[in-house]
Nanobody, 128 residues
Framework: QVQLVESGGGLVQAGGSLRLSCAAS???????????MGWFRQAPGKEREFVAG????????VYAPSVKGRCTISRDNAENTVYLQIISLKPEDTAIYYC??????????????????WGQGTQVTVSS
């Protein structure tokens, strides 16, 4: 059973930045380097929404229009870790951020039904 553990969330002022990390473990048959990885977020009272995704090699990325230009997703396959850097944070970025894995990368917006594993989430709160 693959486990995803996020870290790096916290309270930050508007205009600030954060770097979220997600460490993957528990691979038995497959490997981290075979999986596409991504980030979703869920604000109170709202549905979980896609933020960013990255292909297994890291060559291809995709971003939600709401964060494009402010977010950078990256990965380190040697460390089984995926990152999300967010700059120019806004109060509307406040949400629980979830790490996600799926078997195939797509350059379309990811949907929750295609996710194979979720992390437990890390809270990001942006104060105005």
């Amino acid at each position: 059973q693959v486990q995803l553990v996020e870290s790096g969330g916290g309270l930050v002022q508007a205009g600030g930045s954060l770097r979220l990390s997600c460490a993957a473990s528990g691979y038995q048959v497959s490997s981290f380097s075979a999986d596409a990885m991504g980030w979703f977020r869920q604000a109170p009272g709202k549905e979980r929404e896609f933020v960013a995704g990255i292909s297994n090699t890291g060559v291809s990325t995709v971003y939600a229009p709401s964060v494009k230009g402010r977010c950078t997703i990256s990965r380190d396959n040697a460390e089984n870790t995926v990152y999300l850097q967010i700059i120019s944070l806004k109060p509307e970025d406040t949400a629980i951020y979830y790490c996600a894995r799926r078997s195939r990368f797509t350059s379309s917006i990811w949907t929750t039904d295609r996710i194979d594993s979720w992390g437990q989430g890390t809270q990001v709160t942006v104060s105005s």
